[in-house]
């Protein structure tokens, strides 16, 4: 079984891989920029005993998505799990966002899914078997202000995931989605982050590992009868 997470050389990303490795999925760990973070994500989930290789590519370029996850889809006869999770942040009110801003976010989110997912789809479907679990945000389903441009790619996260799980769910494909709030990784850096607490119900910040949880459930076997959702990590926030 072969899984690949897209931008997992950290973060949430990093803590789906390892999930997942728990599972005993081999792992493709993507990386845009970073190869030696990425290098040792695969270094720990071999020292637990599991398989892994790093694959350097930018989701948003479909020239790199076909020329590197292209030929290894087609040496592996496809993969099992695909976990979308490469996304960034540009944050700044609508009014000050520039164009280079929105499009930046716009295309790691929303052409990194139809790059990716569209090259791991065929097999899948042949198989009749596959699980693709997409990252998106509560600023995707509530928007955030300061947030116009990441609350839209979100948000069309969901909309894809909801229309492509109506199309797939008869050849045994499942598609789901994963709407963290603030979880304590890079994108919450220089943040009010105790001023972010009070409006969350549970008063705390979540862990990476709280939204890998999530996506194992929607990987695992024990999963069986779950598509077309959007499931809330956020402490509350809704």
Request: charged share 20%.
């Amino acid at each position: 079984m072969i899984a690949l997470v897209t931008g997992a050389s950290r973060g949430i990303g990093r803590a789906c891989a390892l999930e997942l490795a728990g599972q005993g999925y081999e792992l493709w760990v993507n990386y845009a920029k970073n190869a030696e973070l990425a290098e040792q994500v695969c270094a720990e989930v071999r020292q637990r005993g599991g398989k892994a290789q790093s694959l350097g590519f930018d989701v948003a370029d479909r020239a790199q998505v076909d020329g590197v996850l292209g030929p290894a889809l087609e040496a592996a006869g496809g993969i099992d799990v695909l976990v979308n999770n490469a996304g960034i942040t540009k944050d700044g009110l609508m009014m000050w966002m520039g164009p280079a801003d929105w499009d930046a976010v716009m295309s790691v989110s929303l052409d990194g899914f139809f790059n990716v997912t569209k090259a791991v789809l065929p097999k899948m479907l042949e198989r009749r078997a596959g699980r693709i679990v997409s990252m998106a945000s509560v600023s995707g389903a509530i928007g955030t202000a300061g947030q116009v441009n990441y609350s839209a790619a979100k948000a069309g996260i969901i909309g894809a995931t909801k229309a492509l799980a109506k199309e797939v769910a008869k050849r045994g494909v499942m598609v789901n989605c994963v709407a963290p709030g603030f979880i304590d990784t890079d994108m919450i850096q220089g943040l009010p982050v105790k001023e972010i607490v009070k409006l969350i119900p549970m008063q705390e910040v979540g862990k990476p590992e709280d939204v890998a949880g999530v996506v194992g459930f929607l990987c695992s076997p024990k999963c069986r009868y779950v598509t077309g959702q959007v499931i809330g990590v956020n402490g509350g926030v809704c």
